[in-house]
């Protein structure tokens, strides 16, 4: 379907309802364009199939679909050409637990744990709760473009002796889908220096319609040290749910893992929170597709209107843009320019990473409408500084 008749039917007005996004920024009178989810609701056979669950009243203990795995397998081999195995699958309550799971079951305290910055906060906060220290890699940015340093990263591989590398794939917020080449240039780095590597692929479904995403498992070579994190939960906006899964092909890492699971009786799964997966991997593919689409027009419609102002970052994954105010933000953070100037709420680029002050998340998972009257309160703003 065409990207007007996708909103007009799967829109939602959420300013009266209990999402967290919405109200606060009916709280601060501003448009409300950053926490990660979505404003428009999943496919209907999605929405009926949960409501037939609901209504036929039986919530007693109950197992999983039997071919729900089948179907997650099916979804990623279809999209992603990559290959699961059922065995491979453990069960976590979101991916961030899924992250701090993975690093208590396979590092020890005080192990150094890489990141590459800018980086959605919880990637560090987490190493830090952990006990484990982080390493970090700045992010190379050309004119928006990031790419990975390749040279910093082996350096201080080598010297820090890290023993995890945590991998954002697609990135958060720089928005990159990392090509293959970039991949096996790190991965094999990852192997020369016995890093092992947590990929979180939780956007892996919202690419733009001229990339390609290469799953971390898909690359056989590296399987043996990679931890893969995926999940429907950004894909159709499912975060209420808490429901995601750690992929690992390595049997000794898996059973480590398993081992940690069951010791601290983390690795049930709430069949409840796992039937929407189920039903959007079964009939959410057109959906995806669709709200691709609109998330793409969403942002060459800024880049058109502001890409001579500002800069930004070339948007290959997720609905997360991040926007640079430079010479515009009259403030310690360009989040709070935003909030004062032009009544937009953001997620602030500085809670990426210190030096990121200028910078913006924006999400572009919502209505061109909402995406229009942002750019023009922006225009407005810098039309009105005369820079």
Not at 175 to 193: D, N, Q, T
Not at 228 to 234: D, G, P
Not at 369 to 375: C, G, P
Request: with cysteine; hydrophobic share 35%.
């Amino acid at each position: 379907m065409n990207n007007q008749t996708f909103t007009d039917k799967y829109y939602i007005d959420r300013n009266n309802t209990s999402s967290i996004k919405w109200s606060r920024g009916k709280q601060m009178n501003c448009l409300p364009m950053w926490i990660a989810d979505m404003d428009f609701r999943c496919d209907d056979r999605i929405i009926d199939s949960l409501s037939d669950f609901i209504r036929y009243g039986d919530y007693g203990y109950a197992n999983l679909p039997e071919d729900y795995y089948d179907t997650v397998i099916a979804w990623h081999k279809k999209r992603n050409h990559v290959t699961y195995q059922q065995e491979w699958f453990r069960s976590s309550k979101g991916a961030v637990d899924a992250m701090y799971q993975v690093i208590h079951a396979l590092t020890k305290e005080k192990d150094c744990i890489m990141i590459n910055t800018p980086l959605y906060p919880p990637f560090r906060n987490t190493i830090l709760a952990a006990r484990r220290r982080v390493v970090e890699s700045k992010l190379i940015d050309t004119d928006g473009y990031f790419t990975f340093d390749y040279a910093d990263i082996e350096k201080k591989f080598k010297e820090k002796k890290v023993k995890m590398l945590m991998l954002c794939s697609p990135h958060n917020p720089v928005g990159r889908v990392w090509k293959k080449g970039e991949l096996e240039e790190l991965f094999a780095l990852c192997k020369k220096y016995k890093v092992l590597i947590c990929s979180d692929e939780v956007h892996s479904d919202i690419i733009m319609p001229d990339q390609t995403f290469y799953p971390a498992l898909a690359f056989k070579e590296y399987q043996d040290r990679i931890i893969s994190i995926i999940a429907a939960s950004k894909s159709f906006s499912l975060a209420v749910f808490s429901h995601s899964h750690i992929v690992i092909a390595n049997e000794k890492l898996r059973n480590r893992f398993i081992a940690y699971q069951q010791f601290y009786h983390t690795g049930g799964i709430n069949v409840c929170n796992a039937l929407p997966t189920y039903y959007a991997y079964r009939y959410g593919e057109e959906w995806m597709d669709s709200l691709n689409n609109v998330v793409f027009e969403n942002y060459h419609y800024i880049k058109d209107t502001l890409g001579s102002y500002l800069n930004m970052t070339s948007l290959e994954g997720s609905y997360l843009l991040f926007l640079d105010l430079g010479k515009y933000n009259d403030q310690e953070s360009a989040s709070q320019c935003l909030i004062d100037h032009c009544k937009i709420l953001t997620n602030p680029g500085e809670a990426f990473s210190k030096r990121y002050n200028n910078w913006v998340r924006v999400n572009l998972a919502t209505s061109l409408d909402n995406i229009k009257t942002a750019v023009k309160a922006i225009t407005e703003y810098i039309e009105k500084t005369g820079k």
